[in-house]
């Protein structure tokens, strides 16, 4: 009975961000649970290589360029993956830019820093979520799953354009929960902890993260799969505007790092 409700057997999946670090990991996960996928991303090479990896698994993976900053773009996609797919169950908003976004003062910041960093972190998702939501409220059924961050609910130093964007990610979520539901459609948020990929694998080599962390480590890729397979069967349904912290406790123990550091050691 639980081994038929966390299946995704017959349930197909839009995936943005899917051919890489975190993306990646789910969408593999998602396809051993029995997805079909779509999967989105503006390099062609990385989704194609997991599409061909969903196809090995006996799945339909399909590969689609898209820039999620651009709506057009975005509105092809989803035309596009109820073409290949027939319909779409789930849409996986994981798309995101880590790279470039910490450590700048704010009057470094131009313009167009501050709107790549947030079309990509924020505002992708609500071009998808808008894309996909009519289909979803004629089929009367349907799960959002957004990526959000731990720095969606701290703040980091001079790091701007990916808390903002994180932060609103847990807002979008709970709107489109709140918006939605009556329609049949749940809305939740996945909020990663220090999870290195090869995206932050350099800032894990300056900062011994794990030792803040409660589980007294950092992250593996794949320990996000399970949690993405759960949010999309039907064994999470009654779930709706809530967001899951899969961070060994960093959120819970509130001491993991900001990026500031008192100038004077502290005494007890």
Known sequence: MLEEKLSLEGKSVVITGGGTGLGREMTLAMARAGADLVIASRRIGPIQEVADMVCDLGRKGVAISTDVTDSAQVNALMESAISELGKVDVLFNNAGIVRGQGATPIWEISDEDWHLGIDTNMSSAFYCSRAIAKHMVERGSGKIINLSSGFGYRGGRDNYMYCVGKGGIVQLTR??????????????????????????????????????????????????????????????????????????????????????????????
Request: net charge negative; proline share 9%; with cysteine.
């Open 175 to 268: 709107t489109l929960a709140t918006s939605l539901s009556r329609y049949g459609i749940t809305s939740t948020c996945i909020v990663p902890g220090f999870i290195p990929t090869e995206g932050t694998d350099e800032s894990r080599l300056t900062l011994p993260r794990g030792e803040f962390i409660p589980i007294g480590r950092v992250g593996h890729p794949h320990e996000i799969g399970a949690v993405a397979v759960f949010l999309a069967s039907s064994a999470s349904d009654y779930m709706n505007g809530e967001a899951f912290a899969i961070d060994g406790g960093g959120l819970a123990g509130g001491y993991a790092p900001t990026g500031h550091a008192p100038e004077i050691p502290l005494t007890v």
